[in-house]
């Protein structure tokens, strides 16, 4: 059973940090796209970075210089390292992951989400 599991969401200050991981298991992700995505009340669910198998990274304009994803295959793991936050960062988060090694757009497999609250 393919699980993804996202940790290290919470309460912050405007400009402070966060780092979020995504464990997963079941299945070795290691030649899959992997990507963060969130969903702000009201609003439409967005791709906030994605990084390929081979580790390039993609981000929404809006995270751009903020947001670092990462990976770390031999943990079956990925991160995202959020830095200044700001009050429109608020979201639940959700990790995300491509079942086939040619899928750009990893969304066939997803985590519970983790709620980031960025307070201002």
């Known amino acids: 059973q393919v699980q993804l599991v996202e940790s290290g969401g919470g309460l912050v200050q405007a400009g402070g940090s966060l780092r979020l991981s995504c464990a997963a298991s079941?299945?070795?992700?290691?030649?899959?796209?992997m990507g963060w995505y969130r969903q702000a009340p009201g609003k439409q669910r967005e791709l906030v970075a994605r990084i390929s198998r081979a580790g390039n990274t993609i981000y929404a304009d809006s995270v751009k210089g903020r947001f670092t994803v990462s990976r770390d295959n031999a943990k079956n793991t990925m991160y995202l390292q959020m830095n200044s936050l700001k009050a429109e960062d608020t979201a639940v988060y959700y990790c995300?992951?491509?079942?086939?090694?040619?899928?750009?757009?990893?969304?066939?497999?997803w985590g519970q989400g983790t709620q980031v609250t960025v307070s201002s």
């Open positions: 995300a992951a491509a079942k086939t090694p040619w899928a750009i757009i990893p969304d066939d497999y």
């Open positions: 079941g299945r070795d992700f290691s030649s899959s796209a």
